[in-house]
């Protein structure tokens, strides 16, 4: 499998437009993850989908974050309008709740996203 | 919620030689997860090694292998032979586990320590 899959890889915008990241999660997953990775804060959980719905999406930090999945292999994280301190390193993960328990989160290479 | 704490930012070690991360964790939960990941320069979150707490034998997983101790709240990660390809932020994660409810808005959510930074000199 090629595993989870993030693009673009580097992003450098400027203040005010419209990002969009994608993530294509590994197949058969059906279990999806939006993190945040910053130095003051670490990684932090934005959102997550089950089956493609939303199940949790209490750490997008705010209106100006949304995030899609309109179908099992796709998923998209906008943000709009961008600010400088949403530069960070911004990574998607899936995993398979299997009965057996296989919840092991596996990480694309994430986006690193640069506002000026 | 949960808690989880690395209290070693930094880390060096020879080649060769053994060294032990330290992850503490704070939860009122009984069946949950435990992982280590690790985050080498490329900043690819890479998993490690993967505990159920319901299990009481450590996991290893070759030259890796954890210290669980489920009563102090503790999960080291000691790494045996250590190689310059180990250079890299590592990082303690916590994952709770609902049996009863697979779509209830905790299940999946992993919530991560600060990172310990391993250094592995030649």
């Known amino acids: 499998d090629a595993g989870v899959i993030q693009s673009p890889r580097h992003e450098v915008t400027e203040m005010g437009q419209e990002v969009t990241l994608r993530c294509k999660p590994i197949s058969g997953h059906d279990y999806l993850f939006w993190y945040r990775q910053t130095m003051m804060r670490g990684l932090e959980l934005l959102i997550y989908f089950n089956n493609n719905v939303p199940i949790d999406d209490s750490g997008m930090p705010e209106d100006r974050f949304s995030a899609k999945m309109p179908n099992a292999s796709f998923s998209t994280l906008k943000i709009q309008p961008s600010e400088p301190r949403d530069s960070a390193v911004y990574f998607c993960?899936?995993?398979?709740?299997?009965?057996?328990?296989?919840?092991?989160?596996?990480f694309g290479p994430g986006t690193r996203l640069l506002v000026l | 919620a949960q808690t989880v704490t690395q209290s070693q930012p930094e880390m060096s070690v020879q080649e060769a030689e053994t060294v032990t991360l330290s992850c503490t964790y704070d939860t009122s939960e009984s069946n949950y997860y435990l992982f280590w990941y690790k985050q080498p320069p490329s900043r690819q979150m890479i998993l490690v090694i993967r505990q159920e707490a319901y299990k009481q034998q450590n996991a290893t997983e070759n030259r890796f292998s954890v210290n669980f101790q489920k009563a102090a709240k503790s999960f080291s990660l000691k790494i045996s032979d250590s190689q310059l390809g180990d250079t890299a932020m590592y990082f303690c994660a916590f994952m709770k586990h609902d049996l009863m409810y697979a779509g209830g808005t905790s299940y999946g959510k992993l919530t991560f320590g600060q990172g310990t930074i391993l250094t592995v000199h030649p």
């Open positions: 993960a899936s995993s398979l709740i299997a009965p057996q328990g296989q919840e092991t989160q596996y």
